[in-house]
């Protein structure tokens, strides 16, 4: 059984930075960072794999959120800069229990074994 906790939410000017923190208990293979807009579908964020180490991205963020694994602290992060109101929902991070690639867990969330409660991320004026 894996419990992930979401933290770091919070209001944010267009322009500003946030981090995320999912605090993880047991044991996956990937983990990966999706987000719900009101209104709108829940889409994949970035997923992330420690061995092989690997990374997705949504075209939407590249370049601008980072996802680390920080194993000693058993927390996985979203850096996000840049943000924009569009980037604004309520964020959760999910894991996958197989050794599969983060590109087809992104994919396909349903897969995705384990979810988190969510943090609201909201990016205005």
């Known amino acids: 059984q894996v419990q992930l906790v979401e933290s770091g939410g919070g209001l944010v000017q267009p322009g500003g930075s946030l981090r995320l923190s999912c605090t993880v208990s047991?044991?996956?293979?990937?983990f990966g960072w999706f987000r719900q807009a009101p209104g709108k579908e829940r889409e994949a964020v970035s997923c992330?794999?420690?061995?092989?180490?690997?990374?997705f991205y949504a075209d939407s963020v590249k370049g601008r959120f980072a996802a680390t694994r920080d194993n000693a602290q058993n927390t996985i992060y979203l850096q996000m800069n840049g943000l924009t109101p569009d980037d604004s929902g309520l964020y959760f991070c999910?894991?996958?229990?197989?050794?599969?690639?983060?590109?087809?867990?992104?994919?396909?969330?349903?897969?995705?074994?384990?979810w988190g409660e969510g943090t609201l991320v909201t990016v205005s004026k």
């Open positions: 999910a894991a996958g229990r197989e050794r599969l690639s983060p590109t087809w867990y992104c994919a396909t969330p349903i897969a995705m074994d384990y």
């Open positions: 047991g044991f996956a293979d990937v």
């Open positions: 992330v794999s420690d061995s092989p180490f690997d990374t």
